[in-house]
């Protein structure tokens, strides 16, 4: 089993940046994709990014490709979204996911484990 817990959300004006981290808990955290997902109010819960079991592979959503970047660190148990050129449509609640397959990245249904999520808000 794995516990997540996403930190380092908050408040940024547009074009602003920030990093969220996942921390997971478990000894084989290592073998699991990590993903991350996003909430809007009133809105479907909808795929941001996914990383593979040892960081090499990694899956963007257009809106955020070429502005959020997706890393981990397997000694710390770790992974890092990079977020840079915020809009305020990036505006949402945003959660990490566990799984173990690869296949299916982007559905939030295939995931097993979930984080309580970190608010990132982003100001015009």
């Known amino acids: 089993q794995v516990q997540l817990v996403e930190s380092g959300g908050g408040l940024v004006q547009a074009g602003g940046s920030l990093r969220l981290s996942c921390a997971a808990s478990?000894?084989?955290?290592?073998?699991?994709?990590i993903g991350w997902f996003r909430q809007a109010p009133g809105k479907d819960r909808e795929f941001v990014a996914a990383i593979n079991w040892g960081g090499t592979r990694t899956y963007y959503a257009d809106s955020v490709k070429g502005r959020f970047t997706l890393s981990r660190d397997n000694a710390k148990n770790t992974v890092y979204l990079q977020m840079i050129s915020l809009k305020p449509e990036d505006t949402a609640v945003y959660y990490c996911a566990a799984k173990q397959s690869i296949t299916a990245w982007g559905v939030p249904s295939e995931y097993d484990y979930w984080g309580q999520g970190t608010q990132v808000t982003v100001s015009s």
């Open positions: 478990g000894r084989t955290f290592s073998s699991y994709v």
